[in-house]
């Protein structure tokens, strides 16, 4: 157990994380909730980044002071880890230091769910050691799970597929606004590769395919019980060639020859997974928000690339957008009447802001693929903003006493 620790810990013999390209938003984002007690739970997609965020972490506090043997990172879906428990860990880390209990203690549990009543154990040592603990998680039921055990003592990180701008420092690129085409050339290729970390540094379908497998095996089939498994690739293919369109669960499962209530399940379970994220119907009703249909997103552009091909970079351009809201704690809905639709509003219809994606290099007010923009600012005339996503143009213009923002889809992500 202890070589096991040693391989782990390497900065316990003067070694250093292998803490790869950083990831400064996050970083940032969790450096004031290091210092405080609260357990950082940080969730997401197998492979996504999580355990490179963590070494970051440990990086971090390494350059800021923190003695190295006070900083323990386990991986507990290693087979010689996953069988004890936390505390257990613990308790073999300071024998090993010969750390006394007071001594503060840095906690770094990766894939926490492989850990035998992980979810008590975390509570318990929380409440009664001299601990920070940081951990990590690949489905969403990981909160779930807990039964309220950790309530007021966590806080939750969602760790999304890379950002465009990410994506630029992976590729080692420098954002330069003056060659704005090369930006949107990167751009396209950013909606064609995706996001997962590997994936970009070194594309592979290959990968992509090992990587969802891997997650339909171990966050899927092994967690549920799933009678018609088999069906779950069907129904993923499905929903990637409809991304972007309102989603009928009866027309799904009529096409697949299973229940309403099991494509429901399948999409639940796909969305735990870090799989896709559901967008609800913008509407100041509560019933209309609940009964009407949802539109399902691939958290991911790449896995869609892998699943129904090259083509459809209108769809991607819109996952990407919406993804982008999603990182920015942004939390919109889809507008439609009819037929006609607007992809995304935010705010509520006092205040509303409406963002229609169009991967198009041309576009005008007039423009028949703006019915739905039109149609909304007619409904709500009190829009101050409305925004448009095009592929390469820009400018603004005012439609129904609305201004129009049209923003070409690079620039829109960069702002992130």
């Not at 197998?46 to 972490?57: A, M, W």
């Not at 090993?96 to 035998?116: M, N």
């Not at 979810?119 to 929380?126: D, F, P, R, T």
């Not at 606004?177 to 950013?190: I, M, P, T, V």
């Amino acid at each position: 157990m202890e070589e096991t620790y040693s391989f782990l810990n390497p900065w316990w013999e003067g070694g250093r994380p292998d803490a790869g390209v950083l990831r400064e938003e996050y970083l940032s984002a969790l450096a004031p909730s290091l210092s405080r007690r609260t357990i950082n739970v940080l969730i997401g997609s197998r492979r996504i980044g999580k355990t490179t965020l963590v070494k970051q972490i440990i990086e971090r506090l390494l350059d800021k002071g923190t003695e190295p043997q006070d900083l323990l990172y386990l991986q507990l879906d290693h087979p010689r880890l996953s069988g004890a428990t936390v505390s257990d860990h613990l308790k073999r880390f300071r024998r090993l230091f010969s750390h006394k209990r007071t001594r503060k203690q840095y906690l770094f549990l990766d894939e926490v769910q492989e850990s035998p009543n992980w979810e008590a154990e975390l509570k318990s040592l929380h409440d009664t050691e001299n601990v920070k603990i940081v951990c990590t998680g690949s489905t969403a039921s990981l909160l779930a799970s807990q039964g309220g055990k950790l309530t007021g003592r966590q806080t939750v990180t969602t760790v999304y597929p890379l950002s465009f701008r990410e994506f630029l420092a992976f590729r080692g690129e420098k954002t330069n606004l003056s060659e704005s085409y090369r930006l949107e050339k990167l751009a396209e290729e950013y909606l064609q590769v995706g996001g997962y970390p590997e994936n970009v540094l070194d594309p592979s379908e290959e990968y992509l395919h090992n990587l969802l497998q891997d997650i339909v095996a171990r966050d899927l089939l092994r967690l549920h019980d799933l009678r018609r498994s088999n069906l779950l690739m069907d129904l993923l293919r499905l929903i990637a060639a409809g991304v972007g369109s309102r989603t009928s669960f009866n027309k799904l499962a009529k096409t697949l020859g299973i229940t309403v209530d099991t494509v429901k399940d399948y999409v639940g379970h796909f969305e735990a997974a870090f799989l896709v994220r559901t967008l609800e119907k913008w509407t100041p009703s509560h019933t209309e928000r609940t009964y009407a249909p949802r539109k399902v997103y691939l958290v991911d552009t790449g896995l869609k690339t892998l699943l129904t091909g090259k083509g459809d970079l209108g769809a991607k351009a819109e996952t990407a957008v919406f993804m982008r809201l999603l990182r920015t704690k942004q939390h919109p809905g889809y507008f439609a009447e009819s037929e006609r639709e607007v992809d995304f509003v935010l705010g509520n219809p006092t205040s509303p802001e409406p963002i229609e994606v169009k991967y198009a290099d041309s576009l005008d007010a007039a423009d028949r693929r703006l019915g739905g923009l039109r149609l909304f600012l007619r409904r709500y005339p009190n829009t101050q903003v409305a925004r448009v996503i095009s592929h390469t143009q820009g400018g603004d213009s005012i439609l129904n006493s609305a201004q129009i923002q049209v923003t070409p889809l690079w620039k829109f992500l960069l702002a992130e």
